[in-house]
């Protein structure tokens, strides 16, 4: 059964910095596509950044040039590095992934992991 386990949320400060981590396990072929989505209360689930099994990635306009994604494929883990954090980016971080099974191909989502950002 698939598993997609987050680390790295937390409190921080405006400027500062933080390391989300996403690790996938569970009878796993492949996973052509990875990703972070956020959701802020109030507001609806957004995707943050995406990179697929080639290292090609996309991001969303409020966190480019501030946010790093980045992926392990031996490990099946996909990181999202953030920098110069601000206070909107207050929200629940959930790691989303397209993963191929014996079953087959759909998305997998993580429990998600809180990032508050103080002013």
């Known amino acids: 059964q698939v598993q997609l386990v987050e680390s790295g949320g937390g409190l921080v400060q405006a400027g500062g910095s933080l390391r989300l981590s996403c690790a996938a396990s569970?009878?796993?072929?492949?996973?052509?596509?990875m990703g972070w989505y956020r959701q802020a209360p109030g507001k609806q689930r957004e995707l943050v950044a995406g990179?697929?099994?080639?290292?090609?990635?996309n991001y969303a306009d409020s966190v480019k040039g501030r946010f790093t994604i980045s992926r392990d494929n031996a490990k099946n883990t996909v990181y999202l590095q953030m920098n110069s954090l601000e206070p909107e980016d207050t929200a629940v971080y959930y790691c989303?992934?397209?993963?191929?099974?014996?079953?087959?191909?759909?998305?997998?989502w993580g429990q998600g992991t809180q990032v508050t950002v103080s002013s």
């Open positions: 569970g009878g796993i072929f492949s996973i052509p596509v």
């Open positions: 989303n992934a397209n993963i191929l099974t014996i079953s087959p191909i759909r998305d997998y």
């Open positions: 990179i697929n099994s080639g290292g090609s990635t």
